[in-house]
T-cell receptor, first 113, second 107 residues
Framework: DADVTQTPRNRITKTGKRIMLECSQTKGHDRMYWYRQDPGLGLRLIYYSFDVKDINKGEISDGYSVSRQAQAKFSLSLESAIPNQTALYFC????????????FGPGTRLTVT | RKEVEQDPGPFNVPEGATVAFNCTYS??????FFWYRQDCRKEPKLLMSVYSSGNEDGRFTAQLNRASQYISLLIRDSKLSDSATYLC????????FGTGTRLQVFP
């Protein structure tokens, strides 16, 4: 079984709709992250959480919100989706020891029409 | 100046060739460095961490040059399966990724 899972894997939604992307991990890591990836722009950090009571904005948090429901779960919400939020979204985890390598989920391909 | 810069490529090389990528960074306080591999439309996967003394893993060698602020990845004896995008990443208070260098290995 995958250590980091994301649901849904693909989603098409309409402008103005609320959508939630979910991430679960079995790695036992404290730290979790949400990124979006766009062609030519690379991975950009949306939000991150270092433990259950900690939420931090990343580079591009406008239009997004997150919830850390448990150590193993971190969800990303788009309150009112817009077409320029069409992207590939990745969740990632890391521990808080050593070199902070990150481990990614398989991604969610989101299309906003 | 971007925090992390990579040549987007593509680097087109024949099987068996040696190829090297560099990644420059602007924040001298960066603590840890990594190379990730990303196949098309898949998640990035950690290829190797980059240690100050350099490190090797089979056909892959990573180096760090703090004075000139760059890291490098050398791939020897390229295989078709090495075709992918290679992302460098560095950690200060969070992980910052480069936009990646695309490698295409041809028969």
């Amino acid at each position: 079984d995958a250590d980091v899972t994301q649901t849904p894997r693909n989603r098409i939604t309409k402008t103005g709709k609320r959508i939630m992307l979910e991430c679960s991990q079995t790695k036992g890591h404290d730290r979790m992250y949400w990124y979006r990836q766009d062609p030519g722009l690379g991975l950009r950090l949306i939000y991150y959480s270092f433990d259950v009571k900690d939420i931090n904005k990343g580079e591009i948090s406008d239009g997004y919100s997150v919830s850390r429901q448990a150590q193993a779960k971190f969800s990303l919400s788009l309150e009112s989706a817009i077409p320029n939020q069409t992207a590939l979204y990745f969740c990632a985890t890391s521990d808080n020891q050593g070199y902070y390598e990150q481990y990614f989920g398989p991604g969610t391909r989101l299309t906003v029409t | 100046r971007k925090e992390v810069e990579q040549d987007p490529g593509p680097f087109n090389v024949p099987e068996g060739a040696t190829v090297a990528f560099n990644c420059t960074y602007s924040n001298s306080a960066s603590q840890s460095f990594f190379w990730y591999r990303q196949d098309c439309r898949k998640e990035p996967k950690l290829l190797m961490s980059v240690y100050s003394s350099g490190n090797e893993d089979g056909r892959f060698t990573a180096q760090l040059n703090r004075a000139s602020q760059y890291i490098s990845l050398l791939i020897r004896d390229s295989k078709l399966s090495d075709s992918a995008t290679y992302l460098c990443a560095l950690y200060t208070d969070k992980l910052i990724f480069g936009t990646g260098t695309r490698l295409q290995v041809f028969p």
